[in-house]
């Protein structure tokens, strides 16, 4: 947030009484429930109350929450040891606050860190290379998860497909090397998986991904193939 309030430097703001700094930024303390308007009129004169847009002087997005679960696994297998104050400060939550003091010492923690490099399992396009998911531990390798109880992941053994009913959980497909064949199953976007060393198949009603038409148009509905690789030690740069 910018000192322009603290400064002097922004027009009154509405219900000055209540104005309060939570976090690092100013807010109202009064209850939304009971007074929703206070607050509205209150976000509009944020908007605009200083030279700086929403009273920010500065603002980065770095990463949603699996990025950012990722970072932290690569920090846990660098060893926590070495990165206390990141340790200390990152959330696992939203919201959170890191002084200035502490957040030199995370820069200093951060240069020791970007060096690093791990391995962790990932899906990969088999033609372009392209990583399409990474295994993130906290969610024991799932990255899609349906209303019908079917998930789907990767670790190190391969891709998998889960199926939850109640209280059990059965892996109904897993396999290194993939192909996915769109289809349509029980009306929504589906795909037949198909294990290119076994070839085992199975049809469920998830997608990884978009299917990929080959360039030339040939095959139409039909996807290259999507291969499961172990990162090696420079696929992937833990910062």
């Given at each position: 947030?910018?000192?322009?309030y603290?400064?002097?430097?922004?027009?009154?703001?509405?219900?000055?009484?209540?104005?309060?700094?939570?976090?690092?930024?100013?807010?109202?303390?009064?209850?939304?429930?009971?007074?929703?308007?206070?607050?509205?009129a209150?976000?509009?004169?944020?908007?605009?109350?200083?030279?700086?847009?929403?009273?920010?002087?500065?603002?980065?997005?770095?990463?949603?929450?699996?990025?950012y679960?990722l970072?932290r696994?690569?920090?846990?297998?660098?060893?926590w040891?070495?990165?206390?104050t990141?340790?200390?400060?990152?959330?696992d939550?939203?919201?959170?606050?890191?002084?200035?003091?502490?957040?030199?010492?995370?820069?200093?923690?951060?240069?020791?860190?970007?060096?690093?490099?791990?391995?962790?399992?990932?899906?990969?396009?088999?033609?372009?290379?392209?990583?399409l998911?990474?295994?993130?531990?906290?969610?024991?390798?799932?990255?899609?998860?349906?209303?019908?109880?079917?998930?789907?992941?990767?670790d190190?053994?391969?891709?998998?497909?889960?199926e939850?009913?109640?209280?059990?959980?059965?892996?109904?497909?897993?396999?290194l090397?993939?192909?996915q064949?769109?289809?349509?199953c029980?009306?929504?976007?589906?795909?037949e998986?198909v294990?290119l060393?076994?070839?085992a198949?199975?049809?469920?009603?998830?997608?990884?991904?978009?299917?990929?038409p080959?360039?030339?148009?040939?095959?139409r509905g039909?996807?290259?193939?999507?291969v499961?690789?172990?990162?090696?030690?420079?696929?992937?740069?833990a910062?």
């Amino acid at each position: 947030m910018c000192n322009c309030y603290a400064g002097g430097l922004t027009t009154p703001p509405p219900h000055q009484e209540h104005v309060c700094a939570q976090e690092g930024y100013l807010e109202l303390d009064l209850p939304w429930e009971t007074h929703q308007a206070e607050h509205c009129a209150f976000d509009e004169w944020m908007a605009v109350a200083c030279a700086h847009e929403g009273m920010n002087a500065a603002c980065e997005h770095i990463a949603n929450w699996t990025g950012y679960r990722l970072f932290r696994e690569a920090l846990g297998l660098a060893g926590w040891e070495r990165f206390p104050t990141l340790r200390a400060v990152l959330p696992d939550a939203n919201g959170g606050l890191v002084p200035a003091a502490e957040s030199a010492r995370c820069l200093e923690e951060l240069q020791a860190f970007e060096g690093y490099r791990t391995s962790v399992p990932a899906l990969f396009d088999s033609e372009t290379g392209a990583v399409l998911r990474f295994h993130v531990q906290l969610y024991q390798g799932a990255f899609y998860s349906g209303r019908s109880g079917m998930a789907a992941g990767i670790d190190g053994r391969g891709l998998f497909v889960l199926e939850r009913q109640e209280a059990e959980t059965t892996e109904i497909f897993r396999a290194l090397r993939i192909e996915q064949r769109p289809v349509v199953c029980g009306g929504e976007k589906g795909a037949e998986l198909v294990d290119l060393d076994s070839g085992a198949r199975l049809t469920v009603a998830l997608r990884i991904g978009e299917a990929i038409p080959w360039p030339d148009g040939r095959n139409r509905g039909r996807s290259r193939a999507l291969v499961l690789l172990r990162a090696g030690p420079d696929a992937r740069r833990a910062a």
